[in-house]
């Protein structure tokens, strides 16, 4: 009986196939690719910057180690931080890992994170917040005019506790307008400017409102001058 020969391509081809098949199944179960950095250093990075949890196949694959090594460094990494006593730790959560400060050091961050936010409008600023709630798009001047005084520093301070901000030019005068923003309406609990109260409860019957009282006790400055009840910017 003659004795088959294989030929050298049917074995390179079976060489290849054989290869892809093992590379194939290693990629399957461990996501292997070339180590860019030492393990520890590089999942600390990718750790630092991540804006939500990262589980441990992805945090494989950019790292390029095999899964199973990531989990036991990212273990003995949440490890050495508690031991340490590090301000922050290494939690396993929703399916990931991600950075969070530790529980003993909150009072620190949120002094850090809170500071000069806390302090309360004055009613010089509530009262222009909600002008520009009510008026929208509206500009300083028109503000201004509404409430009777100069509101530049009340609007320097809405701007930068991101209660209000910029929403283009009136294409008549070319002042800037504003507007309150998503902060805004987050603060006072509500999704949508549709939702906010109507001013007619609040506002008194014209038969009963004295204008000769009310501008004899809030007289009108002149254009130069500003709101004497606001601070500036620093409020």
């Not at 020969?5 to 179960?29: C, F, H, M, N, Y």
């Not at 999942?43 to 991540?50: I, S």
């Not at 000069?116 to 009262?127: I, P, S």
């Amino acid at each position: 009986m003659t004795e088959t020969q294989t030929s050298p391509d049917v074995e390179l081809e079976a060489t290849e196939a054989t290869e892809a098949t093992e590379a194939a199944v290693e990629s399957e179960g461990e996501a292997l690719s070339i180590p860019l950095a030492d393990l520890r250093p590089a999942l600390e990075a990718l750790l630092m910057v991540a804006d939500q949890p990262l589980d441990d196949i992805t945090l494989a694959t950019a790292v390029g180690y095999p899964v199973s090594e990531v989990s036991g460094a990212l273990a003995a990494l949440a490890s050495e931080y508690d031991e340490q006593v590090r301000g922050f730790e290494l939690r396993s959560v929703a399916g990931g890992w991600r950075y969070y400060t530790r529980e003993e050091f909150a009072p620190v961050v949120e002094k850090f994170v809170l500071e000069g936010q806390q302090a309360r409008l004055t009613n010089a600023a509530l009262e222009t917040l909600a002008v520009v709630a009510y008026k929208q798009p509206v500009s300083r001047s028109r503000v201004s005019a509404i409430r009777g005084v100069n509101v530049d520093g009340v609007m320097r301070t809405l701007l930068s506790r991101g209660l209000v901000e910029e929403a283009g030019t009136d294409t008549e005068t070319g002042a800037n307008l504003y507007r309150t923003t998503n902060y805004f309406l987050e603060r006072i609990g509500i999704t949508s400017l549709d939702e906010l109260p109507e001013l007619a409860p609040f506002v008194p019957d014209m038969d009963e409102f004295d204008f000769d009282e009310a501008l004899a006790t809030h007289a009108v400055p002149l254009a130069g001058d500003s709101d004497s009840d606001v601070p500036d910017a620093g409020e």
